[in-house]
């Protein structure tokens, strides 16, 4: 549920309400707004009673949240969400008016690598570098990423060439390790009910990119991220990179519909994957725009000097002189739906 204070309560009647839903076993969330501060009740709201508190001093009314995710809901939080990253000497918000570009090679794969893909989509338009330290591999056998090293070369890459990093943690115990070199922490598709891992990237109040299990629905993406914003960590963005379906020309198939399903559900920030959400590179830069004029907050996307050397994910990857002619087009989407590319 959520509290709605009168105009001008005091502190002391916002503390009164608090006491009481503490007392009651619960947390409250308060979002001061520039006239009213609304409380959430964040935990089992079963043993308090709504029409208790209505009476409350202060307190003009009292809404209940139907949904199961709370934190993650627009019920809870009408404005959206905007994450400020500051890394590599550049300020930018995620979830404004602006589109981030995220862009990389799947799996960082040497350092020569790393840096000339860092140049190369610097050089091209982006605001993050994407690459797998730790990468989620189908077969045991396939290369594994290279680990703190690979972790190493991405901050060396963020220095010489100001991008922030975005890269994967698939274990609780890798989170303080990730977290002390990137920017972004990556969960992965296959990660997403790695409900230790959540607990883990929400103590760790480091923004998060939260992909969609590759057949979980978008309720369970929210229940994901609710997850990750319990600990206290909002800076969730999610991220639609496709989803297992009949169809097999495709790896899988971007769901279009989770952009503006999704904006009306939740305050959060939206991002699209669609080198994921296809599988081949050809299709990539069509979903891209695709994506950009539905409304998404930014895209994700592969991008290798050399695809056809790649270790993990080359079919999927974009040339570098691919990219940038792709990001072109996408400045003149973002223009016709009232954003702007953040590059
Ligand atoms: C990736 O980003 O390279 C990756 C493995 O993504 P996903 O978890 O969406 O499959
Ligand atoms: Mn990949």
Request: charged share 20%.
């Amino acid at each position: 549920m959520v509290i709605i204070m009168k105009a001008g309560a005091s502190a002391q009647q916002i503390a009164g309400v608090v006491n009481r839903i503490e007392s009651d076993g619960m947390r409250a969330h308060l979002s001061q707004g520039e006239e009213r501060t609304i409380i959430g009740l964040v935990g089992d709201e079963r043993p308090v009673d709504a029409e208790q508190i209505e009476v409350l001093d202060g307190v003009e009314r009292v809404l209940p949240i139907l949904r199961p995710f709370k934190l993650a809901s627009r019920d809870f939080k009408r404005e959206n969400t905007v994450i400020t990253i500051k890394a590599g000497g550049q300020t930018f918000d995620v979830g404004g008016k602006g589109v981030v570009m995220m862009a990389g090679p799947c799996a960082a794969e040497s350092r020569e690598q790393v840096l000339e893909s860092a140049r190369l989509v610097r050089e091209a338009g982006a605001n993050a570098l994407r690459a797998g330290a730790f990468k989620p591999r189908s077969s045991p056998y396939s290369f594994q990423g290279h680990g703190e090293k690979a972790l190493q070369w991405m901050a060396e890459a963020r220095e010489r060439y100001g991008l922030a990093l975005v890269t994967e943690v698939m274990a609780p115990e890798q989170v303080l390790l990730v977290s002390s070199y990137a920017d972004i922490l990556q969960v992965g598709a296959r990660n997403m009910q790695n409900f230790p891992l959540l607990h883990a990237v929400g103590y760790s109040m480091k923004p998060v990119l939260l992909k969609r299990g590759m057949s979980a629905t978008m309720e369970e993406l929210l229940m994901a991220a609710e997850y990750i914003m319990s600990h206290g960590n909002y800076n969730v963005m999610l991220c639609e990179r496709g989803i297992r379906t009949f169809e097999k020309y495709t790896r899988n198939t971007t769901d279009i519909n989770a952009i503006p399903v999704l904006q009306e559900l939740t305050h959060l920030p939206v991002i699209v994957d669609p080198s994921h959400g296809t599988g081949k590179w050809e299709y990539v830069p069509a979903v891209a725009r695709g994506a950009v004029a539905a409304g998404a907050d930014g895209l994700i996307i592969e991008v290798h000097p050399e695809p056809s050397k790649a270790l993990s994910d080359g079919a999927q990857s974009l040339t570098p002189a691919k990219y940038q002619a792709l990001v072109a087009q996408l400045r003149a989407v973002a223009e016709a739906v009232g954003r702007k590319l953040l590059v």
